[in-house]
Each structure stands twice: as C-alpha cells, then as structure tokens.
T-cell receptor
Framework: NAGVTQTPKFRVLKTGQSMTLLCAQD?????MYWYRQDPGMGLRLIHY???????AKGEVPDGYNVSRLKKQNFLLGLESAAPSQTSVYFC??????????????FGDGTRLSIL | QKEVEQDPGPLSVPEGAIVSLNCTYS??????FMWYRQYSRKGPELLMY????GNKEDGRFTAQVDKSSKYISLFIRDSQPSDSATYLC???????????FGKGTKLSVKP
C-alpha cells in the first residue's frame, strides 16, 4: 500500500523553466491537495481538488496550475519558475473534506530549487 | 486565517521525559483538531485526531483540548529518541475548507 507518492523527489530548475510535479494516491480518496512548506511559514495550501475533473485555488495559487484528469492523480505545474517558488512541495489526499473531518495523508515531498 | 499558533521551539528533552506540546486557537467554532508528526525530509504523518471535548490517548501519546483556554496539547510520556521530529497541530476551517496548520514545534529527545 503506497499511500501518496510524489515524483520527482528533487529537482533543480533555472528561472523561467517549466515543470510538472506528479502526485498519485492509491486510497481512492476524492480530495487531493498541494501544499508548499517554507521555513517560518508552515504549510500553505496552493490548490486543491474535490474530485476528478475539479480544481480550486488555495491560499497561495499564483504561479501554479493544476489538473485532476484521473481520480488518483493530481498534477502541479509551474509554467515559468521563479526563485520565490523554491520550496518543498507536499501532496495530500483525504476521503472527505472539511465536512467529514477526515484526516489528510501526505506524500514525502518534492524539494524544488530554482536558480 | 492563521488561527492556530504554535511555539516553534526547538524543544530539547532527555530520554524518558514527559513532553508537552501546545497550540492555541482563536475560533471556538472549530471542533476537530489533529496532530501530525514530521520527520526530517519526510511528509507529515497523522499522529492523533481529537474532538474539542476531552482527551484521547494512544499508547504514549495523549491529545487534549481545553476549550476554556483554547489550548490544544499533545503529551508524550517516556519520550524516546525516535520521537525527535517536528510536531504540527492542525484544524479544519480555512476559507477553502482546508486544514490550517500551526508552524510546528521541533522536538529533540536526547539519549
């Protein structure tokens, strides 16, 4: 049972480059989330999805796009990377959202550096 | 938005000590609180999940919510070096219905 798997684990980009971070979950969860974690800032929600084909903005969505074409996958895209996007990115999933008060399960993160 | 405050530490204790980790919250409308543990270079993992009334115990861990003072506490008995990690408290209730996390308290248990 893999849970939540994120690829890649590490990446270094140059300013202006684009890339896609992949998140896959095998728990049949409806809800999926992308967070970034920065020193002194804690975990902040970037985008989230409440089901296949749906996405919504979180707390810090600028500079990112997402897609949820399949229930088990949630992709985070950076179209034109900026140094301010250097961070550790975490994907999470849950059976339900706030109303169900179900806990979120996290992957081990993608460490992204933008030079 | 950031309605969960947590002392970042670091907190260093000897092996076997009782550890108390605390968060404060400002909105008493929220009832469900979670504690996550995050090891270095790993994702947060759910440790405890509690409602706003009473305590919850799981082995060496006890989660407690004090509604009158708006405190969420996690107690670790007989702490072990393997407990060294960052502990995050969280609650649902962001404007998008998401989890709101505290910034985490870094704990180090010395052998």
């Amino acid at each position: 049972n893999a849970g939540v798997t994120q690829t890649p684990k590490f990446r270094v980009l140059k300013t202006g480059q684009s890339m896609t971070l992949l998140c896959a979950q095998d728990m049949n969860h409806e809800y999926m989330y992308w967070y970034r974690q920065d020193p002194g800032m804690g975990l902040r929600l970037i985008h989230y999805s409440v089901g296949e084909g749906t996405t919504a903005k979180g707390e810090v969505p600028d500079g990112y796009n997402v897609s949820r074409l399949k229930k088990q996958n949630f992709l985070l895209g950076l179209e034109s990377a900026a140094p301010s996007q250097t961070s550790v990115y975490f994907c999470a999933s849950s059976y339900g959202g706030q109303g169900s008060n179900q806990p979120q399960h996290f992957g081990d993160g993608t460490r992204l550096s933008i030079l | 938005q950031k309605e969960v405050e947590q002392d970042p530490g670091p907190l260093s204790v000897p092996e076997g000590a009782i550890v108390s980790l605390n968060c404060t919250y400002s909105n008493s409308a929220f009832q469900y609180f979670m504690w996550y543990r995050q090891y270095s270079r790993k994702g947060p993992e759910l440790l405890m999940y509690t409602y706003s009334s009473g305590n919850k115990e799981d082995g060496r861990f006890t989660a407690q919510v004090d509604k009158s003072s708006k405190y969420i506490s996690l107690f670790i008995r007989d702490s072990q070096p393997s407990d060294s990690a960052t502990y995050l408290c969280a609650r649902y209730g962001g404007s998008q219905g998401n989890l709101i996390f505290g910034k985490g308290t870094k704990l180090s248990v010395k052998p």
